[in-house]
């Protein structure tokens, strides 16, 4: 028999007990109570301390344990008897749940969870009713992280499983948690309030560590991970959602739900992966200004995450002070229809070292002032890079500050089966001003079906496209120039762009080489313009048609190089002013690479060369003369 002494409050019902005390106790559960109801109440200064031991089985129709002040312990290896514990309660409908902490006073509310390696501490929540609150398998809430007094939760070796609709596995409020080899799996769907049935909720001013764990709903709009302010630091741990709308990671940070703290997320060496429609695999949302900024940051280091479902972007990131570092190998994934690998709409985004593939969409997207720069990564999808103000998904913040799309691809490669970088629907402010920065540079090897391709027809403002320090680009640049938009190219001295097909923008500014294939227009609006010197490499009928070409930038002369040219006149390029040349000689400004002859800007304003073939006549009387005098060597031998 179990031996209590007195000052220990001992407690076996079989209905609901509420006792209220003014003292200090602690109650103690052991072995072998079935069907039992504990439920202790403290108030004020009061503190109970709880101890379940191993071997309780505790079944209720309501909440199992609902403590104010003091502390919880479960541990599966106290007492005389260890082995499993076991909590299910039906029908919880008050808002509460299983086990139930709410620090008062700013008292030091803590649960200290011992299941052991097998996981043999479990929670059974089912809800029978209509659900007017949430349901929670455990809720711990403090009032405040005060200065030495955190509010304090140990998870380790639990499962928790949750049935019916608006039913969630855990909730941490205003707490700082630990939690490791455990599983937290849901499976009900959005109660008739609305309320979800996620696995595990962080609000406030909530921090949460966890490492070696699974989390798991298979319902509709039941996210894996859903915060409020709060902040995460995790390791190897597997997140998964199959529902529709259920991101696997959501994570909200807004001063208007009362704290002006920044957040922190981290996954290290994790798997985060959904399957159903317009689930996000990682969604950080900022929100509102009212109180001052705040910010969002998020890594993704040595991780996976993976989306297949139409809509579902595996990385989306909305509103200024979003910050998402994804670095160490970490491999993300959508293979959804429109859906993005990465999308940022305000936010900023850094790819490091890591892979980023959407099979069915851009596997990069910035919109609404956003930034992206990938190092030393491999950027693949439909479209490798898609710049747009169009809305990237449900969810997004106002737009705050207008500022330039930016993106940076540094090294790595660039690989589309449609356009390397897709820019439209860009409408600043004032016209004129910078809508986009779009930089590819340090060699990245760029392999994509049509290059650039610019939907002038809706682009308002300055799009600027620069290729630098030995990249080498292959494609075509399309957009027209409008009377709202500009789009300026820059090739810098050691790198080069291709033409491939027909092009037309506004500008160009090349130090390195510019190159036409054979049969393909580039019609610019604006100035062609050379710094430096640089190349101009020319096939069988390619031609510029250019506003103006500009010398005051130039230092050496242009080199043109001219493939498979047989006509003693090639037409290079078609100038609407030469009113910023200040040479009427055309040799001043351009020497040819590898043939002979002379350049020449004609009354009409053409660049053309004069390749020194010899005339037909002279040809055929060469050639007679040659074989006399081959045939005089012969005789006289």
């Keep these: 028999m179990l031996k209590i002494p007195s000052k220990i409050f001992f407690l076996v019902l079989a209905g609901v007990c509420a006792c209220a005390s003014a003292q200090t106790g602690t109650m103690t559960v052991g ?10 109440w403290g108030t004020g200064s009061t503190a109970y301390d709880y101890l379940v031991v191993g071997g309780t089985s505790i ?31 039906d029908g919880v409908n008050d808002g509460s749940g299983s086990v139930y902490l709410l620090s008062r006073d700013y008292g030091a509310t803590s649960l200290d969870i011992n299941g052991g390696a097998d996981r ?76 979800s049935s996620d696995g595990i909720r962080l609000q406030g001013d909530a921090e949460m560590l966890i490492t ?36 696997a990671l959501h994570l909200l940070k807004s001063n208007s739900f009362g704290t002006n703290k920044d957040a922190t997320v981290s996954f290290t060496a994790s798997t985060i992966s959904t399957t159903g429609d317009n689930a996000i695999g990682l969604a950080a949302f900022v929100y509102g200004t009212q109180l001052g900024s705040i910010s969002y940051t998020a890594t993704l280091d040595g991780s996976t995450v993976t989306t297949s479902g139409s809509g579902s972007h595996a990385v989306a990131l909305s509103g200024e002070g979003a910050t998402l570092s994804v670095e160490n190998g970490t491999d993300i994934f959508t293979g959804g229809q429109n859906a993005y690998a990465v999308a940022s709409a305000q936010g900023d985004v850094a790819v490091l070292d890591s892979s980023v593939r959407s099979a069915q969409g851009a596997a990069l997207a910035v919109s609404q002032g956003g930034s992206i720069a990938a190092t030393n990564s491999a950027i693949a999808g439909m479209n490798a890079v898609q710049v747009s103000d169009e809305i990237l998904f449900a969810t997004t913040a106002a737009a705050i500050t207008p500022r330039a799309n930016n993106v940076t691809i540094d090294g790595g490669t660039l690989t589309a089966t449609g356009a390397a970088i897709i820019v439209k629907k860009i409408d600043t402010e004032s016209t004129g001003s910078i809508a986009a920065l779009i930089t590819l540079k340090n060699g990245v090897q760029v392999s994509s079906g049509t290059g650039v391709l610019l939907d002038n ?82 096939g069988m009928g390619a031609m510029i048609d250019a506003e103006v070409f500009d010398v005051a930038m130039l230092s050496g002369k242009i080199t043109v190089n001219f ?50 073939i010899p005339e037909p006549a002279l040809s055929a009387a060469l050639l007679s003369l040659g074989a006399l005098a081959l045939a005089t060597r012969r005789r006289r031998k």
Excluded: C
């Design 120 to 195: 043999s501490v479990s929670f059974h929540i089912t809800d029978q009713f209509a659900g007017a609150k949430t349901t929670y398998a455990l809720f711990i809430r403090g009032r405040e992280l005060m200065a030495g007094r955190e509010h304090v939760g140990v998870i380790d070796g639990v499962k928790v499983l949750t049935e019916g609709k608006g039913v969630v596995g855990m909730l941490f409020s205003d707490t700082t948690v630990k939690i490791n080899n455990s599983e937290i799996r849901t499976t009900g769907g959005v109660s008739e309030l609305g309320y």
């Design 212 to 247: 070696n764990s699974e989390i798991f709903t298979s319902a509709a709009s039941a996210s894996a991970i859903q915060t409020s302010d709060g902040s995460i630091v995790a390791e190897n741990i597997l997140v998964q959602t199959t529902g529709d709308n259920a991101n």
């Design 457 to 538: 027809q809706s682009l308002k403002g300055e799009i600027n496209l620069s290729i630098q320090d030995g990249t080498s680009v292959s494609g075509m640049i399309v957009g027209a120039a409008s009377a709202d938009s500009t789009t300026s190219a820059f090739i810098e001295t050691g790198s080069t762009w291709n033409a491939s097909a027909d092009s037309s923008f506004t500008s160009l500014l090349a130090g390195g080489q510019f190159a036409i294939d054979a049969g393909v227009t580039v019609a610019l609006s604006g100035k062609m313009q050379w710094w430096d010197s640089g190349s101009l490499d020319l």
């Design 59 to 89: 079944t209720t129709s309501g909440t199992s344990i609902y403590l104010q002040t003091g502390s919880l312990t479960i541990d599966v290896t106290a007492g005389e008897t260890p082995g499993s514990i076991a909590f299910s309660s």
């Design 31 to 40: 072995p072998g109570l079935v069907n039992t109801v504990v439920r202790q």
């Design 563 to 612: 493939e498979d040219m047989t006509s003693d006149v090639i037409e290079i390029a078609r100038f609407q002013s030469l009113a910023f040349v200040g040479s009427d000689d055309a040799n001043d400004y351009f020497k040819a690479g590898n043939l002979t002859g002379y350049f020449e800007f004609t009354a009409d304003n053409k660049l053309v060369f004069h390749n020194d």
